[in-house]
């Protein structure tokens, strides 16, 4: 997550988010300044149409064994405190405290 990221995206790796409009839960993985996938996916998949150029988040989902790829403007902070179930977690994070992940080391 370079800079630029820090300074405009909501979110950091290891928050907590919630979807507002599909109602999963999950934890970031990736933070994108804008979207880095193909228009031939935005049109396919980002049916809600949300902005191209503001961040964009990798999520493991919660009790899933997928991860999404959402915009900022679809998703919430996720206030349960409860971690994240997903056979992923261990690859990305080495502890959840305080309802936040920690990160085992350099994921990019």
Do not use: C
């Not at 150029?53 to 902070?77: C, F, G, K, M, S």
């Amino acid at each position: 997550m370079g800079a630029d990221v820090t300074a405009t995206a909501h979110f950091s790796i290891g928050d907590l988010v919630r979807h507002k409009l599909f109602d999963y839960r999950g934890v970031v993985i990736d933070v994108d300044p804008h979207l880095m996938l193909s228009d031939e996916w935005y049109d396919t998949v980002a049916r809600s149409r949300p902005p191209k150029d503001q961040p964009w988040y990798r999520v493991l989902v919660h009790n899933a064994i997928h991860e999404t790829y959402v915009a900022e403007r679809n998703l919430e902070a996720d206030t349960s405190g409860a971690p994240v179930r997903h056979p992923l977690i261990d690859a990305f994070f080495h502890n959840f405290t305080d309802g936040h992940y920690l990160t085992a080391g350099p994921i990019n």
